[in-house]
C-alpha cells in the first residue's frame, strides 16, 4: 500500500487547520519581527493621545516639548495625568530657576545686580511655594481653579525677574531660564483649565 493515500477526510481537515493556524502564527510572528526591525512601537496611543491634547491648547508644540521633558507623558492617556506632569514640570523648573538665581547672587552681592537678583530670588521662591505648597495640594484635591489661578501667577515670575534687570538697565544673564519658567507655567496653565469643567 506504499504511495497510496490512506488519510481520512476528518484527518485531512484536522491537518489543514492545523497548518493555516500555523501559518498565520507565523505571520503574526512576521509581522511583529518586521516591526521591531524598523522601531516600530507595539502601541502608540499614548503618543497620540499626547499630541491630541496638545492640540486643545494655544501652542501644541510647546506642549509636547514641555511634556517631553518627562518621558512618562509620551504613555499617559489621561488629560488629568498630563497636567499633574506639567504641574509638577513647573514646580520643578521654579525650585531649580531658585537655585540657579541664588548662586548668582552671591557673587554680586552689594551690588545693582546683586539687588536684581535678590528680586528674581524673592520671585521664584514665591512661586515654588505657590506652586509646591497651593497648587498642588489644590489639584490632587480637584480645585482645578485655584490651582490654575495659581500656576498662572507664577508664570508671571520671569517677567518680574526680567524687569528687575531692565530697572537698573542691565542685561539679565537669567533670560532663558525666565522664559522657560514662562513657557512651562503656560502649558501647565493650560493643561489644568483643561480640566475645568465649562
Not at 115 to 134: K, Q, S, W
Request: with cysteine; proline share 4%.
Amino acid at each position: 500500500m506504499y504511495g497510496t493515500n490512506t488519510t481520512t477526510p476528518i484527518a485531512r481537515r484536522k491537518l489543514n487547520t492545523a497548518m493555516a493556524s500555523t501559518a498565520r502564527s507565523v505571520g503574526i510572528i512576521l509581522i511583529v519581527l518586521i516591526a521591531m526591525s524598523f522601531d516600530i512601537p507595539a502601541t502608540d496611543a499614548g503618543a497620540t493621545f499626547l499630541a491630541k491634547t496638545c492640540k486643545k491648547t494655544t501652542n501644541p508644540s510647546l506642549c509636547l516639548a514641555v511634556l517631553r521633558v518627562d518621558p512618562k507623558s509620551a504613555s499617559t492617556t489621561t488629560v488629568h495625568d498630563l497636567a499633574s506632569i506639567a504641574l509638577q514640570i513647573a514646580s520643578d523648573t521654579a525650585d531649580h530657576n531658585a537655585e540657579v538665581i541664588h548662586n548668582l547672587a552671591k557673587d554680586v552681592q552689594g551690588t545693582p545686580e546683586g539687588g536684581a537678583f535678590t528680586i528674581c530670588l524673592g520671585a521664584y521662591v514665591d512661586a515654588t511655594n505657590d506652586l509646591e505648597i497651593d497648587a498642588r495640594p489644590g489639584f490632587d484635591g480637584g480645585n482645578y481653579v485655584d490651582a490654575r489661578n495659581l500656576v498662572l501667577g507664577a508664570k508671571a515670575v520671569g517677567d518680574r525677574c526680567e524687569s528687575a534687570f531692565k530697572g537698573i538697565k542691565k542685561k539679565s544673564p537669567v533670560t532663558n531660564i525666565d522664559l522657560q519658567m514662562t513657557e512651562r507655567c503656560g502649558v501647565a496653565g493650560e493643561l489644568i483649565g483643561l480640566l475645568i469643567h465649562k
